[in-house]
């Protein structure tokens, strides 16, 4: 009976076999892209995002990784990455990321400091009270 219960339970993956042509796996990714545009709010909430990144900001973000493999027309190719992409989706809808990840990831970006540092907090920029005063203290 416990058996039952844990069975209920288990999440179904919506990646099936490989996809049979170009134009199916493009139609999966966009699939995708829906999906975890429907996620975001939910994400952002969970994340307390709000303070840092607004929510079109982000959609925006996940748009362009989309768009840095436009260029892919190996169906193979588009199929694992629509499985990476949704295996770091769920890890994020299961809360196994920490916050300082998603800010890492895709606010702050893999270039580093792109946007307004001043959104990130008085910390990020060194002029917080707490700082300025240890730097005084350590004179």
């Given amino acids: ?22 134009q199916e796996a493009q139609q999966r990714a966009t699939d995708f892209f829906r999906e ?7 994400i952002m909430d969970r994340y307390n995002l709000f303070d840092v990144i607004t929510l079109s900001e982000l959609r925006s973000k996940i ?7 436009h260029h892919n027309t190996n169906p193979k190719v588009i199929d694992m990455l ?13 809360h196994s990321k920490q916050r300082h990840h998603l800010l ?3 606010i702050i970006g893999r270039d580093g400091l792109t ?9 990020y920029k060194g002029e ?8 005084r203290g350590n004179n």
């Fill in 128 to 135: 917080s009270e707490f700082l300025k005063t240890f730097y």
């Fill in 115 to 123: 946007g307004d540092v001043s959104k990130l907090g008085e910390a």
């Fill in 36 to 42: 975890a545009c429907r996620a975001l709010p939910s």
């Fill in 63 to 69: 748009a362009s990784e989309f768009r840095k493999h």
């Fill in 104 to 106: 890492s990831q895709y």
């Fill in 1 to 22: 009976m416990a058996a039952a219960g844990l069975i209920k339970n288990l999440r179904v993956t919506k990646t099936g076999p490989g996809s049979g042509s170009l």
């Fill in 82 to 94: 629509v499985f990476k992409g949704r295996e770091e989706l769920q890890y994020c809808i299961d």
